[in-house]
């Protein structure tokens, strides 16, 4: 049999280099001419910054909080940063990782629907609307992990969908690789990898052929899980060897759990608040979702093609259960971008509204290939055309209803700012629009804080400073080799006995809140009110982000001689 050809073809990498281009355009705008960052994507980019040109560089620098993908993508971007500046000093580096891997989502969701034939029109409708989306084209332009893992989600979807029908090896051995990068993204695409498994596991159960089918099951979902589960234990035995910790984001001072608890919580007060706080997001996202998935759910159960329907939203369904439920057992924080999976989600289910009009594409048909028959062009030609046009308003619809809903403080805490740079008001005295121009001067005050001490000239370690709150300051620096911070291997030593180290400066924020868990704040409880008998104070910079803390700069005082 002839083997097909499985790669993008020529128009699909032009889907994704207009995308790429037109996301990384608007990333620009925000992070180099507006000044508009979100603090993980600045997190990861000082993480990577560490690895190369801290005052202690080494490879483990990169931190074990977030999985390691986005900051490892950037690595080759900091490397040349000396030369670059505008790389990390404005988070290009992360503009441009975050750009390539959602304009790669919209190629892959533009390649399912060439995989199946898709009309022209509808295709075209259903990936504008994509990547159109407002929150697409914000996180893909922000320098986030959501990007990459969208394009993993739909990358595992794509090959998902193709096995069930031709029970090709290659795509679940590739559906595998998915969700493993997935994984080293973000975490809760182990949830992705669990459920997918699962759900290879049981359409191999129950093929035709009844032979060794539990062997046969078990095989295929460890050629879906076993990468994921490899990626989790090498990175979380990594953790534990480097830090003593096998999963830092739950355990760590740093981590969400000790977050959630220094801010008091995540915002629900009770399950059903919580679970209602996650349908409005989910609905905000996607409003027309249930009822086309209602629709192409009892249109394919009548034809008996069901399973592509399942493989198109199992590993995105995963996510966003995984999601509810850790915000409702207070395990995360309200933040609409922790939904964004029903988007590629909503979309596939779009493409899966007609039936197929091409063989899906395969490399080698496997033993319990069940490709179906096309349908005759004219078969069903009217419930064809209602359920693309269903198909498009749910895609279109779902541009508006996000347009309004990320301009909510209480739905879209971190998004809502963006109005303030879509349509400046000046003069307004509206307090929600003043609480928006706050969150958009977020780290506003860090930056100034890395100009002042780069204009000090100082000599390498000469700042002392923890990253919960200096990452920000640290990443905006031209020579962040000044700092010495928590991934440095003699951390503990200076900050125990700054002025031996020739230390002059120390960053000091609040003991209050997040600030609790702060290591010049563990060792010296009172040094943002007095200095702790360790250092004078220099200079107090009020904070002009939100929820953000003021910052002291104390000089350190010179060592006292003791006396016999």
């Known amino acids: 049999m002839q083997r097909r050809r499985t790669r993008l073809r020529p128009n699909g990498w032009l889907v994704f280099a207009l995308c790429w281009l037109a996301y990384l355009t608007v990333g620009y705008y925000l992070a180099v001419d507006q000044q508009f960052f979100f603090g993980d994507a600045l997190s990861r980019v000082q993480a990577a910054q560490s690895v190369l040109f801290s005052r202690?560089?080494?490879?483990?620098?990169?931190?074990?909080?977030?999985?390691?993908?986005?900051a490892l993508v950037q690595l080759p971007l900091i490397a040349v940063s000396p030369v670059f500046p505008i790389l990390t000093v404005d988070a290009l580096s992360a503009v441009i990782m975050s750009s390539a891997f959602m304009a790669g989502s919209v190629a892959m969701l533009y390649g399912i629907g060439r995989d199946r034939g898709v009309p022209p029109v509808l295709l075209a409708i259903v990936?504008?609307?994509y990547a159109v989306n407002p929150m697409i084209v914000l996180y893909a332009a922000n320098g986030m992990s959501e990007a990459p893992s969208l394009f993993f989600l739909l990358w595992t979807a794509r090959r998902v969908i193709r096995w069930v029908d031709t029970d090709d090896v290659h795509d679940l051995v590739t559906a595998g690789i998915a969700l493993a990068l997935g994984f080293l993204t973000r975490y809760d695409l182990g949830a992705a990898a669990v459920i997918t498994a699962v759900f290879v596991a049981t359409v191999t159960y129950r093929r035709p052929d009844r032979t060794r089918r539990r062997d046969r099951a078990l095989i295929d979902a460890g050629l879906v899980l076993l990468p994921a589960a490899a990626a989790f234990v090498v990175w979380s035995l990594t953790s534990w060897i480097i830090n003593g910790e096998l999963l830092a984001q739950f355990t760590s001072e740093y981590g969400n759990a000790a977050i959630i608890a220094e801010s008091g919580g995540s915002g629900s007060s009770s399950l059903g608040s919580a679970l209602g706080f996650s349908f409005t997001e989910m609905f905000l996202l996607a409003p027309l979702l249930p009822v086309l998935l209602a629709v192409v759910a009892v249109w394919r159960w009548?034809?008996?093609?069901l399973r592509p329907l399942v493989a198109a939203i199992v590993a995105g369904g995963a996510v966003l259960a995984f999601q509810t439920s850790t915000y409702a057992l207070g395990s995360t924080f309200g933040f609409l971008r922790f939904y964004l999976a029903v988007v590629p989600l909503m979309a596939t289910v779009a493409l899966l509204a007609v039936p197929e009009r091409r063989t899906v594409p395969h490399r080698r048909l496997g033993h319990d290939a069940q490709v179906p028959p096309l349908l005759p062009p004219g078969r069903h030609r009217l419930r064809s055309a209602a359920a693309a046009a269903?198909?498009?308003?749910?895609?279109?619809?779902?541009?508006?209803?996000?347009?309004v809903g990320i301009t909510s403080p209480r739905y879209a805490p971190q998004e809502f700012a963006l109005a303030t740079i879509v349509h400046p008001q000046p003069d307004s005295v509206d307090p929600v629009h003043l609480d928006a121009r706050t969150v958009a001067r977020s780290f506003s005050t860090e930056r100034q804080l890395a100009e002042y001490l780069d204009a000090l000239d100082l000599p390498d370690g000469a700042v002392l400073t923890d990253t919960v709150y200096g990452f920000a300051v640290v990443a905006r620096s031209a020579r962040p080799s000044q700092f010495v911070i928590p991934s440095?291997?003699?951390?503990?030593?200076?900050?125990?006995?700054p002025?031996?180290?020739r230390v002059q400066y120390l960053l000091s924020v609040p003991n209050t809140g997040r600030g609790r868990s702060d290591a010049l704040n563990l060792r010296y409880p009172t040094l943002y009110e007095n200095g702790a008998d360790v250092g004078v104070l220099t200079l107090e910079a009020p904070n002009q982000g939100a929820d953000l803390?003021?910052?002291?700069?104390y000089r350190v005082l010179p060592r006292q001689v003791e006396l016999p």
């Open 56 to 70: 202690d560089p080494h490879l483990s620098a990169i931190g074990f909080i977030f999985t390691p993908l986005t």
């Open 127 to 129: 990936v504008a609307a």
């Open 302 to 305: 009548r034809r008996r093609r």
């Open 390 to 403: 269903l198909a498009a308003v749910t895609m279109v619809a779902a541009i508006g209803v996000t347009a």
């Open 488 to 497: 440095d291997q003699d951390f503990a030593e200076i900050l125990n006995d």
């Open 499 to 501: 002025a031996r180290y």
């Open 549 to 553: 803390p003021d910052w002291r700069i």
